[in-house]
């Protein structure tokens, strides 16, 4: 008998750009909300049916955050969750990318409350800015726009997988005032800074772990993994004078989302640790708490893949101790 295997094809593209196919922005120009929703949920289930290495990944990531604090029933259903955050958070980028603009319009004002709003209007007053950090956690593709539409503003430093997507969300942005400083053009300290200086809102985020700016004399922690402590925030800080204010955008679900703003202090040792930690306690308070709505499992598990699998090896041999943090190798 002959010896066979089945094997499913491969996807050489990333999940965003999987879901970002022209056919896909077509379709959002006249699908309704809910549809496109799960629209985007059967697209991305298929997608972890062929790159399932990527989804074993990201499970055994939140395995290996949380496999001591949360019980294997209800962490099964976080694992769950965090999967149908992941589309959520594609399917609210190709929704403001492609969807009918006066309907998005809309959407992003009657939708969205911000809790804190005065925080961030009286940090405006000063004229020097106010730096906005944000994370890979919950509906942050609306974050920029609301602003916007609530008069704020804002310019945000971002990153397009398409060129598709960076032209029509340049149109987008253009028609509602808000800035886009594209990462991949250009100097994005010196925009970020004029930016600062004009009095804006500069939207970025803190878990950009590959965009980094490594601090070799420091480390910081996040979710119990010892990393590199990044100068970048610190460095904007210092030059600009800006306030600094996390923001995470919760899901409320009903299509209800809420802006959690908090400001953070500023950073002058040895009252306060660097502002990029105190900006990562905040998001990892929270994703401690909706581990579900962070994306950005995938990045973090490549940085701390070898180690789990260090310790998946400890414990088959019968060593049971646990690490309270480990090295990661310099990030280029």
Same mark, same amino acid.
């Given at each position: ?13 990333? #999940?965003?750009? !999987? ?7 077509? #379709?959002?120009?006249?699908?309704? !909300? ?85 925080? #961030? ?56 005032? #808000? ?5 991949? /053009? ?105 581990? /579900? ?15 789990? /699998? ?23």
């Amino acid at each position: 008998m002959f010896n066979t295997r089945f094997r499913l094809p491969k996807i050489s593209l990333s #999940l965003s750009k !999987f879901l970002q196919m022209k056919l896909n922005s077509f #379709l959002f120009r006249f699908l309704p !909300f809910s549809f496109s929703r799960g629209y985007v949920t059967v697209l991305g289930k298929l997608y972890y049916l062929l790159c399932w290495t990527e989804k074993n990944l990201i499970r055994n990531t939140i395995k290996h955050v949380f496999c001591r604090k949360i019980p294997a029933p209800i962490l099964n259903q976080k694992i769950k969750a965090a999967f149908k955050g992941i589309f959520d958070h594609y399917h609210e980028k190709l929704f403001v990318g492609y969807s009918n603009f006066p309907k998005l319009l809309k959407f992003l004002k009657s939708r969205i409350t911000f809790a804190g709003a005065e925080t #961030l209007q009286a940090s405006l007053q000063d004229g020097k800015g106010v730096i906005l950090v944000t994370g890979h956690f919950g509906a942050v593709e609306f974050l920029p726009g609301a602003l916007a539409l609530n008069g704020y503003p804002t310019s945000m430093i971002c990153r397009f997988q398409t060129t598709r997507l960076r032209e029509s969300m340049g149109q987008r942005a253009e028609a509602v005032g #808000l800035h886009l400083i594209d990462a991949d /053009e250009g100097n994005i300290v010196l925009s970020a800074m004029k930016a600062l200086k004009a009095g804006r809102i500069l939207i970025t985020e803190c878990d950009e772990f590959d965009e980094w700016r490594p601090d070799p004399h420091r480390d910081s922690y996040f979710l119990n993994c010892r990393l590199p402590s990044d100068r970048t925030l610190e460095l904007l800080q210092k030059r600009s004078g800006a306030q600094v204010i996390t923001a995470l955008m919760q899901r409320q679900g009903r299509k209800r989302y809420t802006c959690n703003l908090t400001p953070v202090g500023n950073g002058a040792s040895p009252v306060f640790p660097p502002i990029h930690e105190q900006c990562l306690n905040v998001l990892e308070e929270t994703v401690a708490e909706f581990p /579900e709505q962070w994306y950005q499992w995938k990045k973090f598990g490549k940085l701390v893949k070898s180690h789990f /699998e260090a310790e998946y090896d400890r414990q088959e041999a019968g060593y049971l101790a646990p690490e309270i943090g480990f090295s990661l190798p310099d990030q280029a």
